[in-house]
């Protein structure tokens, strides 16, 4: 079964506990929530007192996507303010092997994540050690931007990878997913889409979100 995880990204930021609870009831599985640093990319976004904040106005499953330097600093944070799955990236972190097993030791589901440009071999040592790999695709900073279709085959290779070592690490993908593109991503292997644009720009939210696992 296909999972959607919507990005509040592209929601009306000001309502945000509504607009949460506008999906939940939409039908999305879980909402992603994008933090992001200026530094890991060029944007700003919020931390974890939104998070914090919003935890105590939702029940539904937060998933967490550090666009941060130094994640190491402040995943326990963002796991004190209420997150359920906390993905980090790769190209971010000096020792991912002990955050990820940190982060799991919260009972806390762990993602490593990697931008379009990184090779996908380069988290196959990461496997054993995580519940959830989100392959990028688009550069991560903005919503509503085009997916690279290169991507595609990076998620394809994770997914052989992953079955051949007989793991049930999740495959996420994000940034440009939409009814078009959710088919080949589908295809490929993912089993969970993040959709901002898609989701929270669509007059019916709820089709939206049908549209997309029944995509494939
Ligand atoms: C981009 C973020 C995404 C973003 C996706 O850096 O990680 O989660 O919100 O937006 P769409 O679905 O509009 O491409
Ligand atoms: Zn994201």
Redesign the pocket.
Known sequence: MIRISP?V??ADLSDLANEVDNIQKAGADMV?L?VMDGKF?PNITFGMPVIESLRKRSNMIFDV?L?IDEPEKYAMRFIEAGSDILTFHLEACREPITLLDDIRSEGVMAGISVKPMTPIEDVYQYLESCDMVLVMT?E??????KLIPETVEKVRKLKAEIQNRGLDTLIQV????NSDTAPQLIDAGADIL?????VFGAQDRGAAINALRNAY
């Open positions: 990005s990204l592209s992603h994008d990319v996507h666009m688009v991560p900073g903005y919503g509503g931007q994000d940034g440009g997913v993040v959709a901002g644009s898609s």
